[in-house]
């Protein structure tokens, strides 16, 4: 049985982010996700949660500077004091929103920076992260993201999450792995989602172009759907597109 979580930082967008979990409990989810809920109480969440009858199925560490446009800090060398407190506020949140995975932002490489510098930066924050998080009982996931939307994102492809997964060397680190953005990025999504799916944790959905939801682009997601279920994916598949119209009346996509 599939399972779908609301990505309330883009569904609902008519609403105060709070008010989103009690929008998509009444739409049916059992599930949500967002990128972080930091300038709340983790209690607050945790309680809007309980009264919604809602699992939290994943957020993100800290991701910096958001509206400055930063992307996550784990690849910033002068950011590694940061980025290691913020994963044990990300444990906070999570012990008390009951979420087991949580995903890491690789961060965007400043120009002119040394490539090598931000990829042994990243590793090694990893590396300290993936063992806390073990700890905690917590998957780490990193997520590949498309060079399109955000230029200059470290990690674009599932080859690059391979090559730093391999020197991290964690069981404990995951592949987040996003259709709409391995769409652009590479194709070959159903073969790709067999080949990896040991180390996929979590997955998200989005129609290209666009970014709205499946159906409204180029991506077969009832195909996808059908892989999912034929290879036993058992995680959470995040609802995470910008609705074409009113969020409530874009869920014609959800499998009968
Ligand atoms: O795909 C995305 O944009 C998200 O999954 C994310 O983590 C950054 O917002
Ligand atoms: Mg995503």
Redo the contacts with the bound molecule.
């Keep these: 049985m599939l399972r779908f979580s609301a990505n309330l930082?883009m569904l609902y967008p008519q609403h105060a982010f709070l008010d989103r979990f009690a929008a998509a409990a009444a739409d049916g989810f059992k599930g949500v996700e967002y990128?972080g809920a930091y300038d709340y109480p983790a209690t607050q969440i945790a309680d809007v949660l309980r009264e919604n009858g809602l699992t939290q199925a994943l957020f993100?560490l800290p991701v910096g500077d958001w509206v400055a446009g930063e992307?996550g800090i784990a690849c910033l060398p002068e950011r590694r004091d940061e980025f290691r407190s913020s994963v044990d506020q990300a444990i906070g949140y999570a012990y008390e929103t009951g979420c087991k995975q949580v995903?890491c932002?690789a961060g965007i490489a400043p120009s002119g920076a040394d490539r090598d510098e931000l990829e042994t930066t990243l590793v090694s924050n990893l590396q300290f992260a993936a063992a806390r998080f073990a700890d905690a009982g917590i998957k780490l996931l990193l997520?590949p993201?498309n060079t399109k939307d955000m230029p200059g994102y470290l990690i674009n492809t599932t080859d690059h999450y391979e090559a730093i997964a391999a020197r991290v060397g964690s069981d404990n680190l995951y592949l987040?792995y996003?259709f709409y953005?391995m769409q652009i990025m590479q194709g070959d999504l159903i073969r790709t989602l067999e080949r990896l799916q040991p180390r996929i944790a979590h997955v998200?959905i989005a129609d290209n172009p666009g970014r709205h939801e499946p159906g409204t682009g180029e991506i077969n997601y009832a195909n996808i759907f059908t892989a999912l279920s034929r290879l036993g994916y058992a995680g959470w598949i995040g609802a995470?597109y910008r609705p074409s119209g009113d969020t409530s009346s874009s869920f014609g996509w959800v499998p009968e």
Aim: hydrophobic share 25%; net charge negative; charged share 30%.
């Design positions: 930082s990128v993100n992307r995903n932002l997520e993201i987040q996003d953005h998200q995470e």
